[in-house]
């Protein structure tokens, strides 16, 4: 674990840039996330990516990819139209949780 | 990450349940990555693919030594029905998808799925005998033309 300055905050992340604590996040944070990964946020975006976390905060694990193409209101084609490089992932890293370790 | 996989062509040849999940894991797994990924099904892997069967497909207990049971325990009948039953349960705790569900999931995640021409020969099939999302029937030399740049895995 290393500490990362994202939007002027110091914050705690891993190798791959996820957060390792997700009460240092805020939206600022998300957004210059997904600006380095080439994402402008829309609405869409903050709807897959707040629930990713909530479920996270919720339930101490992200969902698959399969509940967020269920329940988060976001369906498995958008999700991959939102986020190409791997909408899971990306997901939990904009919306500040660790990276999610299912297959699925 | 220099050698990062960009991209990976699976191919899908048998129909048995454990037969399958293993490529549709992977298939999807690449797709979560990121990763270009197109699935071949050839012989009873087009199983998979056609929605007459693909809600039907069961774990081999008969001639199937990961399973630890006696051959003949595992030629009663019914006992296909319930290991498959039990792993299928196991399955939806993990939210692993039922076969037909994970296929519509694979297609709608930008994987390609196609079909073997020799086997769908073979079997006397048609491309409407498979589900809608299915991309095309090729034959190998297509497949490896479009493989061509990225891995190929063999389940």
Redesign the interface.
Same mark, same amino acid.
């Given at each position: 674990m290393s500490t990362a300055a994202i939007a002027g905050v110091d914050v705690d992340v891993d190798a791959e840039g996820f957060l390792q604590k997700p009460e240092q996040w805020t939206e600022a944070i998300g957004l210059e996330i997904a600006a380095a990964h080439g994402i402008t946020m829309t609405d869409r975006h903050w709807l897959v990516s707040k629930f990713m976390r909530q479920r996270y905060l919720d339930t101490g694990t992200a969902p698959t990819i399969r509940t967020l193409g269920k329940e988060s209101g976001v369906e498995i084609k958008e999700l991959y139209q939102l986020f190409p490089k791997g909408p899971a992932k990306l997901a939990a890293k904009i919306g500040g949780i660790p990276k999610p370790k299912g297959c699925i | 990450m220099a050698d990062a996989i960009e991209k990976v062509s699976i191919i899908i040849s048998k129909g048995s349940f454990e037969g399958v999940y293993p490529g549709l894991?992977l298939a999807? #797994?690449a797709?979560? $990555? #990121?990763i270009e990924c197109n699935v071949f099904f050839t012989f009873f892997g087009m199983d998979v693919i056609n929605p007459k069967k693909n809600p039907y497909l069961k774990v081999a207990t008969v001639g199937n030594p990961g399973l630890h049971l006696p051959t003949l325990v595992g030629a009663l009948p019914g006992m296909s029905a319930m290991v498959t039953h039990q792993m299928a349960k196991k399955m939806e705790e @993990?939210? @692993?998808?039922p076969i037909p $569900?994970f296929v519509q @999931?694979l297609a709608?995640? #930008?994987a390609n799925l196609y079909a073997c021409k020799a086997s769908v020969d073979m079997f006397e099939l048609k491309k409407e005998d498979f589900i809608g999302d299915l991309k095309d029937i090729i034959t190998v030399g297509e497949f490896y033309a479009m493989a061509a740049g990225g891995q190929i895995i063999f389940t």
């Open positions: - | 894991i999807n #797994g797709r979560m $990555e #990121g @993990l939210d @692993l998808p $569900e @999931l709608d995640s #930008g």
